[in-house]
């Protein structure tokens, strides 16, 4: 079966304009492929620390995906966490990808509509629509 993903950038270091992804995958998807679809959508170098959180707002308080004290620890949940074990959330609560601690990119994730049938030719996941342009990750030095 196939979700609806809506991607889009809230916040961030050099955060400029709006970035909007409409994406379809496999409700089968883990969210460590999902991390490595949204570093491919954003053309941004995975080379920083990420994780997942479940919250009203990017800044509220947030329910962590997975607990975990160690980073390895953590990055190995993330390839045995479906979209199906997230999808539906929980009313008036959101999904976010937070990517570098540092310069804060915050993604919010949404399931738009109902699941519907895998497309046999069909490669996913699967742009169906895009607003704005890709965020820079790093404003060049002067």
């Known amino acids: 079966m196939i979700f609806t993903i809506v991607i889009k950038c809230v916040e961030g270091a050099n955060y400029q304009e709006p970035f909007m ?18 570093q491919e959508l954003t053309g941004f170098g995975n ?23 160690e980073w390895e620890e953590r990055q190995n ?5 479906y979209l199906w074990n997230i999808f539906p959330l ?32 069909a490669k996913y996941p699967k742009v169906i629509a895009e607003t704005g342009t890709k965020p820079v990750q790093y404003l060049p030095f002067e």
Do not use: C
């Open 90 to 121: 929980p009313q008036n609560k959101k999904l976010y990808y937070w990517f570098d601690f540092g310069d804060d990119w915050i993604f919010q994730i949404g399931k738009r509509g109902t699941l519907k049938m895998e497309d046999s030719h």
């Open 77 to 81: 949940y993330f390839d045995k966490i």
């Open 21 to 38: 992804r409409t994406i379809e995958v496999p409700d089968d998807m883990t969210l460590g492929e999902l991390h490595n679809t949204i």
């Open 47 to 69: 080379d920083h620390p990420f994780t997942f959180f479940i919250a009203r707002r990017s800044r509220g308080k947030r329910t962590e995906v997975v607990e975990a004290e």
